[in-house]
């Protein structure tokens, strides 16, 4: 018998954090611009320093204006999808659960069209108007929250069923509202839409989205992690856990706000990319159990990993043409995927 | 019940952990402002056709291209020195392969761009994505938008372009150049009644083009009218439709002409195709690409158009005579004439009213 | 102790109600799928209370109410009227944690999504009484080994949950209740997928549970026999009203059976000294 302790805990997060660590620096030094590993180590020593003025320009801007922010992006939608398609597994007790199968990301992408077919109409001032598609995105997700939290009740309570039946219908829905879109209206910002609905990290924010994403990161996984083991408990069946001491209705209001906020934050500036949320919780059960104290934080760093890596792929590959993140993590994914399913089956 | 407390040490590391990650995005945000080379002291202050304010650095010297339309632009105002980059889709003319490519029109490589230190990056409206200006703007690179929707447009469009990039007489003398080119041309076809075309920019399913696009303007200025009335740019168009308006002609844009006749046989041999008496009797015109591009180069594919819906129109020698700075292949107009499928419908005396022969009705 | 004055039992003046661990005060419940029909299943107000140490059966054919009337004493369901005290405390007013730390209920069966160790499952039992964003602590582990030892499943303790045969499982499950550390242990028909010998072990484990650690014990069953041997009162229910409550002895009279189960039955005195029960075949 072992249970687990902290000390566990964190040993195992650590490791995964040495790995991200390497997969950051990796990521750093490949791109469709080379950077030797000399010059990458200089600038960070002068960045650390405080000698940031030293900065070689040749590099500066592409590493620390580009690259750096695309790879923190990377950082947090990975590990803020695999935290959420975590959380609805346990909160659906379904193992097919992801991130979206409540229709969180067809209600951003529905929000993101109408903000990209807005935009034109709105005089705003260049800032604003560069963050009213992941507005317009987050918009949409909170909305789809609060429809399918009131369609998901039964006996005013979460029912995991009832739940997932119409996350499941409204998704269906709102993706049809979104071809409908897609192929009627005229305006042309619509035309990158294909793109960023296979999910895209390739777009540059200001430094308040990051504020917002950091934030909002750690205040949803931290909501989460406090009900850390009543989902264990869940996990053994509803009735099951009620007997043994979970109030179940309040995990389940709190889980389902929670990840469903993360997966807004996710596809509000990344797009819908496919299988992290998914594949990422199955790998991480694989080697650190079903134990949610374990598999929170080190889904969340594994999401990281996966997504630095998968978008430093998706940068690399063909450079300088970019693939579409959400390709490479399907490609990657899907026989994963199905390898996992095999494995399990045996 | 005794529980254990977390030691102290491990919850220190932790709050450190916590702390460094908070601390991340404020550091290097700050490390974005400073890390900006010194900015050249003269800026001008335009607004593009996306209705962006637009502060370009003086003089343009490096110049990045989005567009394989806007590199052809570029190229017609004798400005291609100055252009570092375009996108992997520039090919018109040949020089613009070898110039360092920044990836898709759509998904570009920002780093790759950033690399080149542009003074300016051009881009289409109609084409790139407004998150690749949103990243621009972010990044402190400027962007200039063009978004022409007629001919006309195109040419003040490349009039206003060349004058942002400091070469304004260049930009006269293009403008000049395509005006007189078209002028002439009304002057030929203008009086003549408009031919009935179909544009079909894809054939499975059927695709055409909008009213307000510039391509639907370009037919106009060839002697044509889309039979197409849509204000999506790319309407998909219902067969029984165009069955019923029964277009005078098929119009083409392929690279190259001899291509297009086995697929339209193939067509005319599916059901659907083959009512539409313009199918079955191979009534088609096909002009170059350059159509498909609101650069200048389009005012051939408009002459090329011209003189195969109304070659009564073209009575004197049309061939090599004509002079196509810097043009490839298509071949003169009247070779279309000769692209007769090579099956025994071909054989027939008749065969030669077939290649588009206005007389065929 | 619960010094108000509570109602005493039809079937047993003796009991004295300072000692009862377990009371249930004129509970019923309706059931109706719509408000505003009428019910589709009424419990009518039931009483009676129980000691430590105590093993109560809940008898009685199907759907005459045994199983609500357990998720009543549970905190599952919430009573129309009446109340139910544990210890003086009013079970439904708790909440789930607080009650989690008294009362363990025994499922049937536990279908696991995702596979577990018996130790893992077991030491779950321990949830109640830990806080959040705690691991278990030594006293835990502890708590959870002897939960395996007493139901003699300590050899279990690193066998997965799913390769484990049905008799394993419900010790395991018995186990985690055990670590709860309850003081009412709440059983619904426990003996439905057991072979006749697993019967047997688990009636003899609760009774020797409830006797070394004075837990209360109510099991929901419809086996005569099972219930006439190991059960100290038992509560004969049918059709949502409780008929009678007393020792074994008072409640298996032909007659009442009869009525009760339709079916003709004989009852004779077994060689343990309680009541044992025959069913009437026709010839």
Redesign the interface.
Known sequence: MRPLTFRRLFIQCFILAVILFVVVVVAMKFGAVPVSLYALGRDVLRFLLGQTSQISTDYGLILWNIRLPRILLAIIVGASLSVAGTSFQALLRNPLADPYVLGVSSGASVGAILALIATPYLALPPAVSALLTPMGAFLGAAATITAVYFLGRREGQIDSTTLLLGGVITASFLNAIIMFLLSTVTSGNTRGMAFWLMGDLSTSYQKSVFWFLGIGFFVATGAIYTTATDLNLLLAGEKEAMHLGVDVPRVRLVVYIAASFLTGLAVSVSGSIAYVGLIVPHIMRLIFGSDHRTLLPTAALGGAIALVFADTLARTVVAPTELAVGAVTAVVGAPLFIYLLRRGAS | MTQVSIPRFQSAVCVTVAAMLCAAPPLFAQSASSATPAATPLFREVTDEAGRTVRIPQPVHRIVSLAPSLTETVYALGLQDRLVGDTDYCDYPPDAKTKTKVGGAINPSLEQIAALHPDLVLMAKSLNRLETVYSLDNLGISAYAVDPHTVDGIISSSKKLADVLGAPEAGDLIAADLQRRLADLHHRIGALPPKRVLFAVWTEPLISIGRDTFIADALRRAGGVSIVDSSQDWPQVNLEEVARLQPDYLVFAASHAESVAPQLDALARLPGWRIIDAVRDRRYAVISEAVNRPAPRIVEAIEDLAKQLHPEAFAEKPEAGKERPGKEIPPPPHQSFLHLPLDIHSSSPDAVSRGGCACAR | MSSSALARNAGDPARSSSDARLSVEQVSYAYSANPSQAPLFTLEATSFQAKPGEIVAILGPNASGKSTLLKLI?G?LAPLSGRILLDGFVTHSL???T???R???V?QE???????RA???V???R???????????????II??NALAQVGAADL??RWMDQISGGEKQRVILA?ALA?QPLLLLLDEPTLHLDIAAQVDLLHSLRRLAAENRYTVVVVTHELNLAAEYADQVVLMQRGRCLRVGPPAAIYQRELLEQVFQTPLTVALGSSGRPHVTVVSER
């Open positions: 549970s599952a909440t789930p944690r009650r989690a730390q009362i363990a209920v499922q536990s279908r696991l999504l995702f596979p577990a130790w893992e499952f030491l779950q039992g949830h109640a009484h830990s806080r959040t964003l705690r691991f278990e602590s030594e006293d835990d582990v959870a080994k303790s690193d985690r709860q």
